[in-house]
């Protein structure tokens, strides 16, 4: 693969076209960067039943024949680039018929989009990868599609070019970072900053999760979707996965190849009335693994990671205050840099407010009998919804 450096793709009209497509033309191969759980379903369909349609249309792209064959996608259907929660809402409307009207039921049959059929697989991750939505992609996310794109044969060097931006806006905060690489012109220059950035990060640390096995990779990333709030039931963390644990594991697996008894990455964990027993690895990388499930569950403090972020500086609070929009963080932010800020107890008591009024909303909005209002509520509730689509709710019912 080239080793060029990529940036987000930026395609023109010329690139799409726009029309209502079939939902049974919609693949359900995914190439979204989110998870199922941070989709928030109930409220797009709520929204598109108030609105009687899906009303912004969609992105979608027309792999060629080899990818289809390869990701499992019936050769002439589509793949969702950009708008899966009004897609999945949609065949969730058309699979509940009992429950929505059938106009609305047939409407959704076929949903607007932009349709792309020139773009190669890195032009389409680039696309969902730039994404325009008010809700942040979270942590885990980010790290899940690492090893998605890890796994399915890009290099570490594909990787870092790829997805620096959002690795270093949204995963270690560095968009300072960012910038300074953006700037440089020399595409040598570009590459080798990226790597002398990233590469302790996503080589030593996150790929470094994947050679080492399916259970090491599925810890790390519980370690950082508890981070996010967004851990499963199911979804149990057995150890602290941090660099220096698979700094440890990774010292294991050398000894392990030096007396041969490394097998293959370690594939999971059998608890008995014994304790634990690892599966899969080398004698050393059980020892090691089973030592750091057993500290964990005894609740023994971690090795300390010298990997893990640090307590930022006052320059990087600095850098950092002015990406954030609300009155109540950048108060904060101000205060942890040592200004005195009068009015931070008044922003937090109104943040909270908020918090408290939208979740009576969430609670009540069934009860609500005008259709307008009710979709002017869960749009004010809606963290992806912009503010422009509630002030034009707001002026229908003035």
């Known amino acids: 693969m080239s080793s060029a450096v990529h940036t987000q793709a930026k395609p023109t009209s010329k690139d799409y076209k726009v029309t209502l497509v079939p939902l049974t033309k919609i693949s359900d191969v995914s190439i979204n960067i989110r998870f199922a759980n941070n989709l928030d379903i109930p409220t797009m369909k709520d929204e598109i039943a108030l609105s009687g349609r899906v009303k912004d249309p969609i992105y979608l792209w027309l792999p060629a024949e080899e990818w289809c064959q390869s990701n499992g996608v019936t050769v002439g259907d589509y793949v969702v680039i950009r708008g899966n929660r009004r897609t999945l809402a949609s065949k969730e409307i058309v699979s509940e018929p009992d429950q929505w009207t059938a106009t609305l039921v047939d409407t959704v049959k076929q949903i607007p989009a932009y349709l792309y059929d020139k773009l190669t697989p890195t032009e389409a991750e680039e696309m969902v990868l730039d994404h325009n939505s008010m809700k942040r992609i979270a942590k885990s996310e980010i790290v899940n599609s690492i090893f998605r794109r890890f796994l399915s044969g890009k290099s570490e060097m594909d990787i870092i070019l790829e997805m620096h ?234």
């Not at 080492?212 to 979804?235: N, T």
């Not at 490394?262 to 693994?289: C, D, F, K, M």
């Not at 909303?361 to 919804?385: G, P, R």
């Open 165 to 398: 931006r959002i690795i270093g806006e949204d995963l270690v905060n560095k968009g300072d970072k960012v910038r300074e690489m953006e700037q440089l012109s020399d595409p040598k220059k570009r590459r080798d900053f990226a790597r002398k950035w990233l590469h302790t990060f996503v080589g030593n640390y996150l790929i470094r999760a994947v050679k080492l096995g399916p259970f090491v990779r599925e810890q790390v990333l519980f370690h950082f979707k508890s981070g996010d709030g967004l851990l499963e039931a199911g979804e149990t963390i057995h150890f602290v996965a941090n660099t220096s644990a698979l700094q440890a594991l990774s010292a294991a697996k050398t000894e392990d190849d030096k007396d041969g008894s490394w097998q293959s990455g370690l594939t999971g964990i059998i608890i008995n009335g014994n304790g634990v027993e690892a599966q899969g690895g080398g004698n050393t990388t059980r020892g090691v693994i089973e030592e750091l499930i057993n500290n964990h569950k005894s609740g023994k403090k971690a090795a300390t990671d010298d990997g893990e972020p640090k307590p930022l500086s006052k320059k990087d609070l600095a850098d950092r205050k002015d990406s954030f929009q609300s009155k109540a963080v950048i108060s904060a932010f101000r205060m942890a840099l040592g200004h005195e800020v009068a009015a931070l107890a008044d922003e937090d008591i109104r943040a909270a407010r908020r918090e408290v009024v939208e979740n009576i909303i969430k609670e009540m909005i069934d009860t609500i009998k005008d259709d307008k209002v009710k979709l002017v509520l869960c749009q004010i509730v809606d963290a992806d919804v912009n503010p422009t689509k509630v002030r034009e709710g707001l002026a229908t019912l003035a």
